[in-house]
């Protein structure tokens, strides 16, 4: 079983629209991932929260906004996407600053953007 | 140079043989490093890490990391066709505890 869990698995939508990614992990983690990645590409880093606070925005562009309301959730805020957005947007969660300690992900949400 | 180099592959191996998964690193000071794999339209699952010297092993997988060549390897034993996948090297960087991900090495393994 997958221990973190993505929502939508799948999602289409227009450059106009607004739309939610959803993350939420049941290990007891504080750190928590964004990453987007492409056909063929390993996961682009996007944004770390550590204990519920933004650590790494990696100059994501403003269309996409993150938002970590609690220790177990991760939300990912769409807005005015493009075409070129269209990705596999990957979750993850671990113990933040132990050595060693992997990062888990998600299923990812398949994202496409019309 | 690239911080996580790998072979993309494709490494082709015959069923129940070893493969042998590379990876090397520029960063003298990392200290811990994954071995991802992932299956095609599927997200990257965890097999093994790695953060001292010498060998780790799982089963029929084996990391071996060596911090003065700077390399990283995964062994595969009596490797299956259900082992076909492309498998991620990364290392954790200093910033945040960023994973540093190599570009891929794609595995197959042939009945």
């Known amino acids: 079983d997958t221990e973190v869990t993505q929502t939508p698995k799948h999602l289409v939508m227009g450059m106009t629209n607004k739309k939610s990614l959803k993350c939420e992990q049941h290990?007891?983690?504080?750190?928590m991932y964004w990453y987007k990645q492409k056909a063929k590409k390993p996961p682009e880093l996007m944004f770390v929260y550590s204990y519920e606070k933004l650590s790494i925005n990696e100059s994501v562009p403003s269309r996409f906004s993150p938002e970590c309301p609690n220790s177990s959730l991760l939300n990912l805020h769409l807005h005015a996407l493009q075409p070129e957005d269209s990705a596999l947007y990957l979750c993850?969660?671990?113990?933040?600053?132990?050595?060693?300690?992997?990062?888990?992900f998600g299923d990812g949400t398949r994202l496409s953007i019309l | 140079q690239k911080e996580v180099e790998q072979n993309s592959g494709p490494l082709s191996v015959p069923e129940g043989a070893i493969a042998s998964l590379n990876c090397t690193y520029s960063d003298r000071g990392s200290q811990s490093f994954f071995w991802y794999r992932q299956y095609s339209g599927k997200s990257p699952e965890l097999i093994m890490f790695i953060y001292s010297n010498g060998d780790k092993e799982d089963g029929r997988f084996t990391a071996q990391l060596n911090k003065a060549s700077q390399y990283v390897s995964l062994l595969i034993r009596d490797s299956q066709p259900s082992d076909s996948a492309t498998y991620l090297c990364?290392?954790?960087?200093?910033?945040?505890?960023?994973?540093?991900f190599g570009q891929g090495t794609e595995l197959s393994v042939k009945p």
């Open positions: 290990m007891g983690h504080r750190a």
């Open positions: 993850a969660s671990s113990w933040p600053g132990l050595e060693g300690q992997p990062q888990h």
């Open positions: 990364a290392l954790r960087g200093n910033q945040g505890g960023k994973l540093i």
